[in-house]
């Protein structure tokens, strides 16, 4: 097992919205969010403006896999779990048990809403549509298709939970892919990834997006952390804002500045594993059930 | 596309005109990224900040309407600055390779693998056919255009060394071809000195005037243009470089243009703009360049190939119904590129077209016109009277019965002479020809008839010795006479010539006498051993055929007795009547389409129903038994496969494959293609253009068309003018529909006596076939799961369809002409649909898709892969119903010479190693289409193994062998052989004959320099600026003019579309606003799909506006309110022009304002620019406003595209 990345060039991203609905298709989630540039229990990842509304650069917005996730410290059914050897942070939702008390007493206060600082993941609520969870209020987040990746071994009853494995996008017919495929996860991509028309983003070993990310290649600004990153070659990337209720997440003023000539000639340093800025997002509002009706 | 998707990687510049391939294509945006990963960039050109301009290196705004002014004053800059020699910007080498490009010949003509059309891909295996001897390699800017600007200076040239005719090697004169200066510059009339006058009005000032894009942001253009074309990649010295997309440095722009192109009053001219710009700069038939069409459906391609437009039929071929129909429909019918046959290289005939419709009061009316000399359209009937205009014309007079009076104007010298030596024989007007240099006439009699053929070394002086040719058999053929106070009409009636008297009245098919209403035209057609009258003039000055013509099991539909031409047989079989052309060894092709022009007046006689429609569309053989002493066997060539190239034998085998039984299944005992078979099978095609989308409606509201198959599409939401639209469906006898879901358009209102069947489609995903892509690629796609529910796959669908016509009788009439031709089969259904894929027709079961039909194919999907992906190898299977006959029909069309697509000719094959690419691997499938190769041998981006493309696999279109490893193209200046035939005929010259014309359009030099002298009526090769049909800037209209037809069919609008909704004003001044339609990502087309989805519904709820935040302060309008958006048509809350009345409540509330944020210029659309999606209607999971409504249905002047992205409007807040 490899730790796995999401790396998105943001210069690509067209915002067609086509990992949000292949993410929502994959997982049978909900269509309750009218405009869906929020998050929500029914949203895993969503595309995010880093201008004015809708004027890009466009990034996609979800779960950030930290590398030490203060969500998974804090559930009290244990729920939530980091895959040490794929990195992927996800949730076992015949685990989560919402505001219910776990065989110590403690009661689920929906503390990992609480302490993501980053991407206001996981939300509660009734997201999906998909049996044994349709009506069912559990905390819904990116998984980066965990349990999909066709490891069966290591979770035993990973179809039943999360469905069939998913195809890679990369034909492996003709020896294309073969380099590709050297490592297992490889095979299956994100339901995002393997969507994304744009080919906006690269899915692959977290070491091999770190080595990717220099300015050898390009590219003037990064971000990211565990398994999330983004980059540009042409400005400066500021990861987005922990906001759940709004699309875009800089100031006129920040946009104006990112506009200028100054951005795309200023070389910014490194900030991976960072996260500067995602620091400064206001805490989130607890979403309980009702949040699945927003 | 002349190139492919992925070719789209390749190009340093790229270019979104008119496009917006963010939301609309986004899988393009993998190639524009691949490109700009490389070092490409971006410029989006688009009055709206699309998301494909936020994420582009450049964007730039323009004034909606204005496109052509734009690339004009381009155009114009890059002139200047390439002859200016001070001009810093552009270095000497740079300027050397520009001017080098445009003088280069082809210069090895004894060896001219640049001159093939077909090969393999070593360019050394095929043979070499046509060329001109030092002939430009790439463009015609050196030929020369005769200085009034009329038409090129014409020569004649020997054919090549070695290329054999029937008169012996070395022998064939080659007329026709241009004159070349010796460099562009060096006269004023060349091509590319005329473009440059015709684009000098295009200053920078007047540009920026009516577009609104700033001088510098045009400089910007052009330095980027110049910067990414083939100039910039030179040599020293001016030699010219490497085309070699893997070259360091590469150089290349490529255009990208949908609907923001297309949809104008001027959308044809606009893709001739681009042309233009790519033929200057080089960048046609490179890699990495050339203009590309996106069209965002998978299958748009493959319906465009399959001829669903009105006037064409499969693989881009003029309908046969347009040798028959009447001339003046015809005529006033010719609007598109590839439709008609017999107006090849000349735009008289629109003239002719016009100049008859416009002037029906005045006594006289033109009957035909010979001319190679019209510089204008005529707009009125002196004009177009004018002998200066014509070099030659025929009219005759009113109420006049009798042949003689025919007047004649024009070439005085020659008709005097002309007549004269015809001693009394006085040609009707369809039995002349002119082609320039030749005058050649017929004059039936009873017993015999007369050729006559005055030919001319100058084109003035004319020998007066006629070569008289006499026949033994009459030629019959009806006439009539009169324009209002007919008189009589000739027939054959077996025995001789009779004229029978008209009376007042409504034609009757059949009937020995007519009628003729008063100020009705009458034409003819032949019924059962009788002409009748079918055709009337209709009171919109439309030449129509008449209801009353309706013949056979579809009522409402336009259908022709064939018949007719089976009675004629006795001309069929004579030895030695004359028809209209005779050929001759000297006088090759370039010449052979020029006859037509006078022969349409009267039916097709049956002798040449077949063969002419080949000649016409592709020109007659010279060999054979073509020679003047055996003109009857003409047309031999036309039915004779071996001297056929590939479209010629795609058609003849599609005649056989359509009305036959399919060619490749049958027993060549039961259909051996004699001539007889073959004629009887051609009189089956259809007959008639039909109509054009906006018209087809308004035959609705009037009646005239009663019943509607409506097959995958929605017009409810998808057509401009929604009130006409709607009145039309509500006046249908019968409107079915074949959809997924039940659309706006199957739920829309209907008459009471109105039915409306709805018939269940599966999903694309739950049938099998193949489907052709923008870049033309054939791709397989495999059935996932079988139809749900009680949904059909389309083949099924079709083929009960079709079995309950042919129950009620649809397919009779062809069965019976198998009965006359003595074949065995007694059904024509089971021969032509159910047996022939092995299906027996069964009551409505569910074993269709699983049990019904089987075979084995070739398949990807696999089964044993765990857990699915992608099967490391095609394997084969059985496969059932869609995918089977999906299979066996796919066979039908591509299979070598026997597939009755040429287009798509060799898509199957099971030879592996045929038709390669350089260093492509064998073919892994024989089905083309299901190949899945992603190698990339010459490191093209051509991914040659990967799905099939048209023609032979060429990647990129017209690439005079410049893409490394790609099957060469080759390409042709003007009246040359098309690039696009392919033929694996090696017998000499003789198939460079059956060339394919390839400029439907008129070929010649537009010589309109400004707006004012001329309407653009299908003009030449330069496009001019006019202004939309509804435009804030009158006076622009009023200076450069709008794109109008003049006084042809109908001028841009019909009437009923240019008035005001009751209540609401006709002045522009009360629509501040120019409104422009988008579409969004979330939603597909007319919606069906889309929102009946509800992820896609979450995403895009609702429809909106987008207002500048200037407009919108100005307005009081804040984000989020809700806005009725109004035009002349109505307003988005239902109230309308429309008669019928229809459901409003509940969706149609008007638009959401979406104010937008940021500096004024800095937003998605400009102050005084209004943009809203048309994708919503009354039915779905999500309603809303349908922006059609409100839109205009003005049509372009050439293809009748409605002008959906210009119009003008006006806000009001809503409550």
């Known amino acids: 097992m490899t730790v796995m990345a999401i790396l998105q060039d943001v210069d690509k991203c067209i915002r067609c919205n086509g990992c949000v609905i292949s993410c929502k298709r994959t997982w049978q989630m909900k269509a309750l969010n009218p405009g869906i540039h929020k998050t929500a229990p029914d949203q895993r990842v969503i595309i995010k403006s880093q201008k004015r509304v809708d004027m890009g650069p466009f990034m996609r917005f979800s779960c950030w896999h930290c590398e030490n996730p203060p969500c998974v410290q804090h559930c009290p059914f244990d729920a939530i779990q980091k895959d040490a050897a794929s990195g992927a942070v996800f949730i076992d939702p015949t685990l989560c048990q919402p505001k219910q008390y776990n065989a110590d007493g403690v009661q689920c206060i929906g503390q990992c809403q609480i302490d993501c600082g980053r991407g206001g993941y996981p939300k509660i609520g009734k997201g999906s549509d998909q049996a044994p969870y349709k009506d069912l209020s559990k905390a819904w987040k990116c998984t980066m298709c965990h349990g999909r990746a066709g490891d069966v071994a290591a979770v035993p009853d990973a179809v039943t939970k999360y469905g069939n494995p998913l195809p890679s996008n990369y034909n492996t017919v003709l020896g294309i892919g073969v380099a590709y495929k050297s490592v297992a996860e490889q095979d299956h991509e994100p339901s995002c990834v393997y969507t994304c028309p744009a080919k906006a983003m690269k899915y692959d070993t977290r070491a091999n997006v770190l080595a990717h990310l220099v300015p050898a290649n390009g590219y003037v600004s990064a971000q990211g952390d565990g398994s999330m990153f983004w980059a540009s070659k042409k400005g400066l990337v500021i990861a987005p804002k922990a906001d759940p209720f709004v699309e875009d997440h800089v100031t006129p003023l920040v946009s104006s500045v990112l506009s200028s000539p100054f951005a795309k000639a200023a070389l910014v340093p490194m900030a991976l594993g960072a996260g500067l800025l995602a620091l400064i997002a206001r805490r989130q509002q607890l979403a309980d059930e009702s949040m699945g009706e927003v | ?1215």
Request: proline fraction near 6%.
């Open chain 2, 1 to 1215: 596309m002349t190139n492919n998707w992925t070719d789209i990687g390749n190009a340093s510049l790229v270019i979104a005109w008119g496009a917006n391939p963010s939301e609309n294509h986004p899988a393009c945006m993998a190639h524009v990224n691949r490109a700009r990963d490389r070092g490409g960039k971006l410029i989006v050109v688009d009055p709206r900040k699309t998301r494909t301009a936020v994420v582009a290196d450049k964007y730039i705004r323009m004034r909606p309407g204005t496109d052509i002014a734009l690339f004009n004053g381009l155009v114009r800059r890059i002139i200047e600055k390439m002859e200016d020699g001070a001009d810093a910007s552009v270095s000497p080498d740079q300027r050397a390779q520009f001017f080098a490009f445009l003088n280069q010949t082809e210069t090895d003509n004894a060896n001219p693998t640049r001159n093939q059309f077909f090969t393999d891909g070593t360019m050394t295996t095929a043979s070499s056919i046509s060329f001109v001897p030092g002939g430009s390699k790439y463009t015609d800017a050196r030929f020369l255009v005769k200085p009034d600007g009329s038409d090129y200076q014409r020569d004649r040239v020997k054919a090549a060394t070695g290329l054999v005719t029937t008169d012996g090697p070395d022998s064939t004169t080659i007329s026709n071809f241009p004159l070349k200066a010796a460099s562009v510059t060096a006269d004023p009339n060349t091509v590319y000195n005329r473009l440059k006058a015709h684009v000098a009005p295009y200053t920078t000032t007047v540009v920026t005037d009516i577009t609104d894009v700033s001088d510098v942001d045009l400089e910007y253009l052009a330095n980027a243009v110049i910067a990414n074309s083939r100039c910039s990649m030179p040599l020293p010295g001016g030699a010219l470089g490497v085309q070699d997309p893997t070259a360091a440095n590469y150089k290349a722009t490529t255009l990208l243009y949908a609907m923001g192109i297309t949809q104008h009053t001027y959308g044809a001219q606009n893709v001739k703009a681009f042309a233009v710009l790519q033929t200057l700069m080089g960048n046609m038939g490179r890699a990495g360049g050339g203009i590309n069409a996106l069209r965002g459906i998978h299958n748009v391609q493959g319906s465009t190939d399959q001829g669903l437009l009105y006037g064409n039929i499969p693989y881009y071929s003029g309908n046969p119904a347009s040798m028959h129909v009447d001339n003046k429909t015809q005529l006033a019918d010719e609007s598109s590129i590839f439709t008609l046959p017999h107006v090849v290289g000349t735009d008289t005939y629109y003239g002719f077209a016009e100049a008859m419709v416009a002037d029906d009061a005045a006594a006289d009316y033109l009957v035909s016109v010979l001319a190679n000399k019209v510089a204008t359209t005529p707009t009125s009937m002196a004009q177009a009277l004018d002998p200066t205009r014509w070099d030659i014309l025929v009219y005759r007079a009113t109420n006049v019965a009798d042949s003689a009076t025919y007047t004649y104007v024009g070439k005085s010298d020659l008709i005097t002479k002309a007549l004269a030596a015809m001693g009394g024989d006085i040609p009707l007007p369809g039995d002349i020809c002119w082609d320039g240099t030749t005058f050649r006439a017929y004059v039936p009699a009873a017993t015999s008839g007369n050729l006559y053929e005055f030919t001319s070394a100058d084109a003035q002086v004319w020998t007066a010795t006629a070569t008289v040719y006499t026949t033994t058999t009459a030629v019959q053929y009806p006439s009539v006479i009169s324009n209002g106070t007919a008189t009589a009409v000739y027939y054959y009636d077996g025995a001789g010539i009779s004229h029978i008297p008209l009376t007042i009245g409504t034609p009757a098919p059949g009937a020995a006498t007519q009628v003729i209403a008063s100020g009705q035209d009458p034409a003819i057609e032949f019924t059962g051993g009788k002409y009748v009258l079918t055709y009337q003039k209709h009171p919109d000055g439309v030449w129509q055929a008449s209801a009353t013509s309706a013949i056979g099991p579809f009522v409402g539909a336009q259908r022709y007795d064939n018949d007719a031409y089976d009675s004629l047989d006795g001309l069929a079989t004579g030895g030695t009547n004359v028809l209209y052309t005779p050929r001759t060894g000297t006088q090759p092709e370039h010449i052979t389409d020029k006859p037509l022009r006078g022969f349409v007046p009267r039916p097709l006689r049956a002798v040449n129903a077949f063969g002419k429609y080949m000649d016409a569309l592709w020109g007659t053989p010279l060999s054979g038994t073509g020679n003047k002493a055996q003109m009857n066997g003409s047309y031999d060539d036309a039915y004779n496969t071996a001297a056929m190239a590939l479209q010629q034998r795609g058609f003849y085998n599609m005649t056989y494959d359509f009305f036959g039984s399919a060619w490749c299944q049958v027993p060549a005992d039961n259909w051996t293609p004699d001539r007889a078979t073959t004629n009887a099978l051609y009189n089956l095609w259809p007959k008639g253009n039909g109509d054009d989308h906006i018209t087809m409606f308004r035959k609705m509201i009037d009646g005239t068309t009663k019943a509607l198959v409506c097959w995958g599409q929605n017009p409810a939401v998808t057509e401009p003018n929604q009130s006409k639209i709607r009145d039309g469906l509500y006046n249908l006898d019968t409107l079915v529909v074949v959809d997924m879901f039940a659309t706006e358009t199957a739920m829309c209102s209907r008459k009471g006596t109105g039915v409306t069947y709805l018939l269940p489609a599966c999903a694309h995903v739950e049938e099998a076939g193949s489907v052709s892509n923008s870049g033309r690629v054939l791709q397989w796609r495999e059935k996932a799961t079988n139809p749900k529910g009680k949904s059909r796959s389309d083949i099924e669908l079709m083929l009960r369809f079709a079995k309950a016509l042919d129950v009620a009788g649809a397919f009779s009439h062809i069965t019976a002409v198998w009965t006359t031709l003595g074949k065995s089969y007694t059904n024509a259904y089971d021969q032509m649909y159910a047996k022939r894929y092995g299906w027996t027709p069964a009551p409505l079961t569910n074993n269709f898709e699983t049990a019904a039909v089987s075979g084995t194919a070739e398949v990807w999907r696999a089964p044993t892969v765990a857990g699915g992906g992608v099967n490391p190898a095609p394997t084969t299977a059985t496969v059932n119903g869609s995918e089977w006959i999906a299979e066996l029909i796919f066979r039908e069309m591509c299979t070598g010479s026997t597939g009755f697509s040429w287009l798509y000719t060799r898509a199957y094959n099971t030879n592996l190693a045929q038709d390669k690419h350089t260093g492509q691997a064998d073919w892994g499938t024989a089905n083309r289409a299901k190949s899945r190769s992603t190698a990339d041998p010459n490191g093209t981006l051509a991914y040659p193994g990967w799905g099939y493309s048209w023609l032979v696999n060429r990647r990129v279109l017209y690439n005079n062998a410049d893409v490394p490893g790609d099957v060469t193209d080759y390409y042709m200046g003007p009246d040359s052989a098309s690039r696009l035939f392919v033929s694996t005929n090696t017998a000499t010259l003789n198939y460079s004959r059956w060339y394919r014309t390839i400029h439907r359009l008129a070929d010649k030099p537009d010589t309109c320099l400004t707006a004012n002298v001329a309407p653009h009526v299908l003009p030449g090769r330069f496009p001019a600026h006019t202004e939309p049909y509804e435009t804030p800037r009158e006076d622009l209209a009023i200076e450069w003019g709008r794109n109008t037809k003049g006084t042809a069919k109908w001028d841009l609008i019909k009437d009923d579309s240019n008035v005001a909704a009751p209540g609401r004003s006709h002045d522009p001044a009360d629509y501040p606003f120019v409104l422009t339609t988008i579409r969004c990502v979330e939603h597909f087309q007319g919606g069906p799909i889309t929102r009946n989805n509800p992820w896609n519904v979450e995403a895009e709820p609702e429809p909106w506006v987008e207002i500048n935040s200037v407009d919108a302060l100005a307005l009081g309008i804040t984000d989020g309110q809700w806005i009725n958006v109004v035009t002349a048509r109505g307003d988005s809350l239902g109230n309308l022009t429309h008669d019928t009345a229809f459901e409003t409540v509940g969706w149609s509330q008007g638009f959401r304002a979406r104010v937008q944020a940021g500096s004024q210029g800095n937003q998605r659309v400009a102050p005084g620019v209004v943009a809203i999606p048309w994708h919503w209607g009354d039915q779905g999971l999500s309603k809303g406003s349908r922006a059609n409504d409100l839109c205009i249905d003005a049509g372009d002047a050439n293809t009748v595209i409605p002008e959906s992205k210009a119009c003008l409007c006006n806000l009001v807040k809503l409550p």
